[in-house]
């Protein structure tokens, strides 16, 4: 897999930008988003960020680390999920295992958000602040 086709599944499979707040009433931005970058955001980047080659190689070293959990995490998400599936088409669901097995499909999600969480503070934590500060300004529309 090409470096840039890492970045780019790396990015896919991370959060999501932060979502920005109109108007009155609208609810707060991410708070949690507003502090992290995507990969895919520092990779169209790079070269604006001054990102060296120390930066480079840390940032990919963690890409190379998620892109080895997140496959194997997501089968068994789909796997848990399809299971769920089949105790919810019976035609009297067995509460005790739906719930069961619910607890596990919630468990994997929330096993593949940290390993998300994970890996962009990792990335984050390469940066210099005006990096981040930088990266900050060129998500504002």
Known sequence: MT?????I???SLALAPPSRAEGPGAPAADPIGSKLFPPELIMDHQAEL???DRQREAILKELERAQ???PRLQ???QAASQQLARLLDAPQVDEAKALAQAGEVMKLETEIKK??????????????EAQRAKLQALRRP
Do not use: K, P
């Open 3 to 7: 470096c840039r086709a890492l970045w």
């Open 9 to 11: 599944l790396l990015a």
């Open 50 to 52: 001054g990102l060296d």
């Open 68 to 70: 080895g959990q997140f």
């Open 75 to 77: 089968w068994q998400l």
């Open 115 to 128: 390993a998300h969480l994970t890996l962009l503070i990792r990335i984050r934590n390469v940066l210099t």
